[in-house]
């Protein structure tokens, strides 16, 4: 029964990221909470690590192919990152795991805000990161994904809800250039928790497996849905919001409850 909740909760984090282009990671770890049954906040982080890097992976491929992706800001973003994504998720590994949750709540309440809220900005497409312009952009680009990279560590999710408006912050680039050039971030970031929570042995390996590949199966489903469903994505898009919000207001209340009993 185990596997059958495994699968049909990485179907539905793949559908989300399918359908509306991101969110998805967010509700990983309270699926393998609540709907699978483990028991360790720690443990459900390092194993949905696992599956946000490999669906970023995979939804970077497609960006890539587009043009979508700018590689220098990427790489200077990503390898800040990856410190912070360390930093962070070796320190979370420290916070008892009912404190972790009531934060994990909080978090998940502003990023249903965040994306129910989220309006698409102009910016310059033509930016790049070179010799000429490093020393304004480079700065900012380590700063930002630094911070980033840490946050997506601690709370083990993809962070594309703070990386997008990172990069748009950091270099001026367009909204769509933001989110394929985030998904090699997030990439990067989850397999960087991921190794870190393997090591201390916080990956559950079979389990990973079965909601990794439930994650191809609903992706598939959600770019497809995605495409057929045309301008309704934006109101489907507002409904997830809602409910991660509401999930998280649960989870937050779940975790300060445990912290003071």
């Not at 994505?233 to 409910?243: D, N, P």
């Not at 999930?247 to 300060?256: D, P, V």
Request: proline share 3%.
């Amino acid at each position: 029964m185990q596997d059958i909740l495994l699968v049909i909760s990485g179907s539905l984090v793949g559908f989300v990221l399918g359908l509306v282009g991101g969110g998805g990671s967010i509700i990983a770890m309270p699926l393998l909470l609540y709907v699978v049954g483990i028991g360790s906040p720690h443990l459900a982080i390092g194993t949905s690590a696992i599956a946000v890097s490999l669906s970023a992976a995979s939804n970077l491929f497609n960006h890539a192919r587009k043009g979508m992706v700018k590689w220098p800001c990427a790489f200077s973003f990503s390898a800040a990152g990856v410190a912070g994504a360390w930093a962070g998720s070796t320190l979370a590994m420290r916070v008892p795991g009912d404190q972790l949750l009531a934060l994990f709540g909080l978090v998940m309440i502003a990023v249903g805000a965040v994306m129910a809220f989220r309006k698409d900005a102009e910016g310059n497409p033509d930016i790049r990161l070179n010799f000429s312009t490093a020393r304004q952009l480079l700065p900012l680009l380590l700063l930002i994904g630094f911070g980033v990279g840490a946050a997506s560590g601690f709370f083990g999710i993809g962070g594309g809800f703070l990386i997008v408006p990172g990069l748009m912050l950091a270099t001026g680039m367009p909204i769509n250039y933001a989110i394929g050039t985030s998904l090699a971030a997030v990439t990067v970031f989850g397999a960087t928790t991921a190794a870190n929570y393997a090591l201390a042995g916080l990956i559950d390996w079979r389990i990973a497996a079965f909601f990794v590949g439930g994650g191809a199966i609903g992706g598939l489903i959600g770019t497809l849905a995605s495409q057929r469903l045309g301008q309704k994505k934006a109101t489907l898009a507002i409904v997830f919001a809602s409910c991660v919000v509401l999930i998280g207001l649960y989870i937050a209340a779940k975790g300060l409850i445990g912290i003071n009993t």
